[in-house]
Nanobody, 112 residues
Framework: QAQFVESGGDLVQPGGSLRLSCAAS?????MGWYRQTPGKLRELVAR???????YYADSVKGRFTISRDNVNSTLALQMNSLKPDDTAVYYC?????????WGQGTQVTVSS
């Protein structure tokens, strides 16, 4: 069964940076980072294929960078120039996601 453990979230000021990490029980062809805020649907913000192809949501393009280690089944998200709108709980999962395998996520709060 797939399992995902996210870490690295924190409180950061606008304009700051954070690096999120995810440990997966197994590596999948497409893996990604999602985020969710109260009252909103969970959204995909970035994904990366095992071959290196990437996708970014328009809201994070140019600021976030996704990376992965296929051997160790890890995923990372480097987030720069953070904005208050980036405040959310961030999750990693396969793309499309295993709906029964969501981890606890990691909270990112961007506030002065």
């Amino acid at each position: 069964q797939a399992q995902f453990v996210e870490s690295g979230g924190d409180l950061v000021q606008p304009g700051g940076s954070l690096r999120l990490s995810c440990a997966a029980s197994v590596s999948f062809s497409q893996m990604g980072w999602y985020r969710q805020t109260p009252g909103k649907l969970r959204e995909l913000v970035a994904r990366k294929s095992s071959g290196g192809k990437t996708y970014y949501a328009d809201s994070v393009k140019g600021r976030f960078t996704i990376s992965r280690d296929n051997v160790n089944s890890t995923l990372a998200l480097q987030m720069n120039s953070l904005k208050p709108d980036d405040t959310a709980v961030y999750y990693c999962n396969r793309v499309p996601p295993f709906t029964t395998a969501w981890g606890q996520g990691t909270q990112v709060t961007v506030s002065s």
